[in-house]
């Protein structure tokens, strides 16, 4: 990151200076100004879709304290593999809901402070450079989105909120370590500097790892899944005026993992700054742009003579974008929402491929291109009395452009020189929902919906090998399309809550890894994937104990013709049809938890084709807090506590591992204010 970009961010908290006059004899007091470092309040027309609010108090009761475990509470959440992210390659780290899945490309838009996370390239989630502690609140709404950024949300989205000064103390450090010797290290800082506030934080995770492959299947080469990332993050907010906020983040990461074989290592890595001026005022805006600039390597190591086959040693990627949306003013019964976004996202990959015999280079290949959507969307809704009826237009100009594939011989003479044909079009994506109040304690609920997603860089032009099975990409691909309705209701009374939904997804042309002959398979759009079910959510309060509960339902199904017919009506890959998370938590005094967490998911299919089963898996994780004083605690933490045998992968026998039993003692200190 250059040092200039560096010192205007350290700097931006020094333009933070007081706005409070002293009153003078015959003037008025100016008006108090209020930094709250995030953007414009959500809208009221979230109330009409299924969501859900996970607090930041939620992650005490985690008990490995990750992003991806939090969401995990949701049922209905899901990674493309059963793996967190110490032990699974990056890419695997997309994350859909709903059961839309079939590939490890992210179905739901995810933000952080109102900026995309995911990788430009892949389309996965960097879940290790997002420590839940940095977060306020994370609103997780299913079903097609439409707002900023809505191209994409074809599973939902994932709208992160970070912490700030006043929901964190002025300093906080914590140090834990496991069973196994591995470590977390983070720490916080969040001073108020005049009018505006900054947030420095870091995190280091590192370890030797599990073994990820049975005692059966293990060989000379066989390694523990090790890892070593650390990240960090710089927020600053300054007031310009009392109804204007400027607001800036800084995010640097960096990550490395091993994976089942000696040498077989991955790295991702990124820098990601965005700015945001946010207007309070009569006429509201929210205004932001940011950057992202990531980078991915990732070595194949083959599973019978444990050389290296492939090397991805370079996939150089880039994020650009921003947004603009207005919200005029409108009475109490109304709330309008116009605005526009721009996402660009360019990349390329750089390989070579080896020998697995003789380990000599066979060829040496690049691929890439680039896309972009640009998007105009406005959102009304109106109360009538009892009833709120919402309505959302999205118009979204898309674009695929530049793509290539170049393949070349060990000696340079290129043997393979493709350019692919550039794509347009517009897409068209509306919105529509009914709230009704039956009383201050039952609500209900309904909508309809439409969106799209285009296909990532990664699914257009980057085979990948999970060996012995190679996954080609394939640059003709069509962009998703979803067509989906719910229903449901909300019944909050005494200290318990309830959520029920029933919903009926399709997305049409949807991209899975079809199978097309022995160990190949290739990225293709095959008619659909139809997913309905029914979405539990509960929550009780009984003095110092709390409770809560998710569950998820779903019947998800491929339609399939012509080269795809052979999946027509099977379950796509890695979606399980049941998934259950309860957590029970018990706060005996100030600072105290005893809190136990159990998961259930049901069982899924390894592939397309229904041949290799993940069986169910049931884990049990529980947390301890222990108060020494008022600014220090002891944390005990037990991930798998039963010993549950998760398995992650099974490609014809051949098997991968979860998170076995592992606890952890920390340290947390704080100092407050």
Do not use: C
Not at 16 to 45: N, Y
Not at 273 to 295: I, P, T
């Amino acid at each position: 990151m250059p040092r200039r970009t560096l010192l205007t961010l350290a700097l931006l908290p020094l333009a933070a200076t007081p706005a409070l006059a002293q009153d003078t004899a015959g003037e008025a007091p100016e008006r108090e100004i209020v930094v709250r470092g995030a953007g414009l309040d959500p809208s009221q027309m979230a109330e009409a879709y299924s969501t859900v609010v996970i607090h930041q108090d939620r992650g005490a009761a985690s008990a490995s304290g990750r992003l991806e475990d939090v969401l995990s509470q949701i049922a209905g959440f899901q990674q493309f593999r059963r793996s967190d992210s110490r032990s699974s390659n990056p890419t695997a780290q997309g994350v859909t809901l709903r059961g839309l899945g079939g590939n490890a490309t992210s179905r739901s838009l995810v933000l952080l402070d109102g900026v995309p996370v995911t990788d430009p390239f892949f389309g996965h989630v960097p879940f290790s450079a997002l420590p839940f502690e940095r977060l306020r609140l994370i609103t997780v709404a299913r079903g097609g989105g439409s707002g900023p950024f809505g191209a994409g949300a074809v599973a939902g989205t994932i709208d992160m909120t970070s912490a700030n000064p006043a929901n964190l103390p002025f300093a906080e450090g914590s140090l834990a370590s496991n069973d196994r010797g591995e470590s977390e290290l983070s720490a916080t800082i969040a001073p108020k500097l005049g009018q505006g506030f900054a947030v420095v934080s870091a995190r280091w995770d590192r370890g030797q790892g599990f073994w990820t492959t049975p005692v059966a299947q293990r060989v000379p080469a066989s390694v523990r899944a090790r890892f070593d990332s650390w990240s960090t993050s710089l927020r600053a907010a300054v007031p310009v005026t009392p109804d204007l906020e400027l607001q800036a983040k800084l995010l640097l990461f960096e990550d490395h993992r091993t994976l089942r074989f000696a040498g077989a290592d991955s790295m991702q890595r990124g820098q990601d700054l965005s700015v945001r001026l946010v207007g309070r005022g009569e006429w509201q805006f929210d205004a932001l742009g940011y950057v992202q600039s990531r980078n991915f390597s990732n070595l194949v190591i083959s599973s019978t003579s444990f050389r290296k086959t492939l090397d991805q040693r370079n996939t150089p990627s880039s994020g650009i974008g921003g947004k603009l949306e207005l919200r005029p003013p409108v009475d109490a019964d109304h709330s309008l929402r116009l605005g526009i976004d721009y996402r660009s996202a360019s990349g390329e990959l750089q390989e070579v491929a080896y020998s697995g015999v003789t380990g000599a280079v066979t060829a040496r290949r690049r691929a890439g291109g680039i896309n972009a959507d640009l998007g105009f969307f406005a959102e009304h809704d109106r109360k009538f009395g009892q009833l709120r009826l919402t309505g959302s237009v999205r118009l979204d100009r898309w674009s695929v452009s530049s793509g290539r594939f170049t393949e070349s011989s060990a000696a340079g003479a290129i043997t393979t020189d493709t350019r692919y044909a550039d794509r347009s079009g517009w897409d068209l994506s509306l919105r529509g929902g009914a709230l009704l109040d039956l009383g201050p304690e039952l609500t209900l609920r309904g909508s309809v919906y439409n969106g799209l997603r285009q296909p990532t860089l990664n699914e257009l032009y980057r085979p990948f090998v999970v060996f012995p099975v190679t996954t080609r990409a394939n640059a003709a691909l069509d962009n998703e399309a979803l067509f989906g309705f719910e229903a449901g209701l909300d019944l909050k009374r005494d200290g318990f809550e309830l959520q029920f939904t029933a919903f009926d997804n399709t997305i049409n042309h949807a991209i899975a890894n079809v199978t097309i002959g022995p160990n190949l398979r290739e990225r293709r759009n095959v008619d659909a994937v139809h997913s309905r079910g029914i979405e539990l959510v509960a929550k009780a309060r009984l003095g110092p104990i709390d409770w809560d509960g998710s569950l998820s339902l779903v019947d998800a199904e491929l339609r399939g013709s012509g080269v795809s017919a052979a999946l027509n009506g099977k379950r796509p890959a890695q979606v399980p049809v049941f998934a259950l998370s309860t957590t029970l938590a018990w706060r005996p005094g100030e600072g105290w938890l005893i809190s136990a967490t159990l998961r259930h998911s049901s069982s899924q299919f390894e592939d397309d084709l229904e041949t290799d089963r993940l069986p169910a898996q049931t884990t049990l994780d529980g947390v301890v807090t222990v108060p020494l004083s008022s600014r220090a605690s002891l944390i005990f933490r037990a991930e798998n506590l039963t010993g549950e045998t998760i398995i992650t992968r099974n490609q014809a026998g051949s098997i991968d591992l979860g998170s076995p039993r592992t606890v952890w003692a920390g340290l947390r200190v704080s100092i407050g204010r």
